[in-house]
């Protein structure tokens, strides 16, 4: 079984410039997660679809990120513009279910924003 | 806000031991908790999982045991090998309401010495 599957695997870019990720989670999984990893954390949940709905955003900083999730399957994340903040492993993950339970993760997106 | 957080960042271990990685919650209705272990470059990978309503549960190697009373999880790693040395993290399932979102503890460097 294809696990989730993540591009690019590295990007670097400059402040205030824009960048956008791209998953493909395992097939059939109705549920896809974005989470950010910060060096040395833990990773911290950003939005949440079911299908191609969203179920939780509460911790998408909206002003400059924005996820989307078209035909249920794959999803992009996009931050315009980035900040040196935001420098961190973007990870997606997906599951049957919408409970939380067995995410499976990709390898991630590493940004370094400069 | 509610968070999950680790006792000790780093454990290292001779191979052939047994590993112990401690974990302490701090949400009261958190229902669900996984352990996950994650290598380097590489996204989490689930390990094993318990209900807020088991005390103990094994898997192949592994067992995580909790106490609600006070709040604390733990993995047990028996015969450790060095293809165990990684980071790992607790999360927590908070149900009701944010049902789906994982919380994640810091995490513990785990490694391994032959």
């Known amino acids: 079984e294809a696990g989730v599957a993540q591009s690019p695997r590295y990007k670097i870019i400059e402040k205030r410039q824009s960048v956008a990720f791209w998953c493909n989670p395992i097939?059939?999984?109705?549920?896809l997660y974005w989470y950010q990893q910060i060096l040395g954390q833990g990773p911290k949940l950003l939005i949440q679809?079911?299908?191609?709905?969203?179920?939780?955003d509460s911790q998408l900083p909206k002003d400059r990120f924005s996820a989307e999730r078209l035909k249920g399957v794959d999803s992009t994340l996009k931050i315009q513009p980035a900040k040196l903040e935001d420098s961190a492993v973007y990870l997606c993950?997906?599951?049957?279910?919408?409970?939380?339970?067995?995410?499976?993760f990709g390898s991630g997106t590493q940004l370094s924003v400069l | 806000g509610e968070s999950v957080g680790l006792h000790l960042p780093t454990l290292s271990v001779q191979e052939g031991d047994n590993s112990i990685i401690n974990c302490a919650y701090s949400n009261s209705a958190s229902d669900y908790f996984i352990w996950y272990k994650q290598e380097s470059g590489k996204g989490p990978q689930f390990i094993i999982d318990?209900?807020?309503?088991?005390d103990k549960r094994q898997g192949q190697r592994v067992t995580v045991l909790l106490n609600k009373t006070v709040k604390h999880l733990s993995l047990q790693i028996a015969a450790t090998q060095p293809g165990d040395s990684a980071v790992y993290f607790c999360a927590e399932n908070a149900g009701g309401t944010s049902y789906g979102k994982l919380t994640f503890g810091q995490g513990t460097i785990l490694t391994v010495h032959p």
């Open positions: 318990i209900r807020s309503n088991m």
């Open positions: 679809f079911q299908n191609n709905g969203v179920v939780d």
């Open positions: 993950a997906s599951s049957l279910t919408s409970t939380g339970e067995k995410l499976f």
């Open positions: 097939s059939g999984h109705a549920t």
